[in-house]
């Protein structure tokens, strides 16, 4: 992982939606990452509230979202997921195995995002409920992760309350 996680514009533009869907969830996942390094087996489970997700359920809860949505709804893989049990996990899996499980879904939603041939992405799909085409679907999964990464990364900064504070883009500081 780099120091500072490397943003999708920083790669470079003019790249098919579907390369730079990938790049996003690249960038998403590295300040995932970034962000719950220095976290600990409580503090990824802390809540900041009771009614209110942990670092760890939302890392849970991404990995199965982008398995349904593009492994699943764009790449036809079966899929067997437990939304309900991705919020309602207790210390149920180590930050090492959910940033695990996470990495390997992310690695695979972007090889399929990758091999999505872009004249297929007006192509309808019925996923979760939602009558879509396959640009709607690879949209909300991308924006998705996008909302629940600000999450995770309010979480680990409001854990983080001695120390560093953390700065996903120093060549901005001071503007």
């Known amino acids: ?24 969830l690249g960038e998403y996942w590295e300040k995932i990452q970034f962000a719950v390094a220095g976290l600990d087996e409580e503090e990824i489970w802390w809540r900041p509230a009771p009614h209110a997700n942990s670092a ?6 991404l990995a199965g979202n982008l398995t349904l949505w593009i492994l699943g709804g764009l790449g036809g893989a079966e899929v067997d997921r437990d939304r309900a049990g991705e919020f309602a996990a207790e210390h149920s899996i180590t ?12 690695a695979e939603a972007q090889a399929v995002l990758r091999a999505l ?28 992760m996008s909302y629940h990464t600000g999450q995770i990364v309010w979480i680990a900064k409001a854990v983080r309350r001695e120390g560093k504070p953390f700065e996903f883009y120093p060549r901005h500081a001071g503007e």
């Open 1 to 24: 992982m780099n120091p500072v996680p490397t943003t999708a514009l920083s790669l470079g533009g003019s790249v098919p939606l579907t390369e730079l869907s990938a790049r996003y």
């Open 56 to 61: 760890a359920n939302l890392l849970l809860h």
């Open 95 to 106: 930050k090492a195995a959910a940033l695990a499980r996470l990495g390997a879904v992310v």
């Open 117 to 144: 041939p872009a004249r297929e992405l007006d192509q309808p799909v019925a996923i979760q409920g939602y009558d879509v085409d396959r640009l709607g679907a690879m949209f909300h999964a991308v924006e998705h």
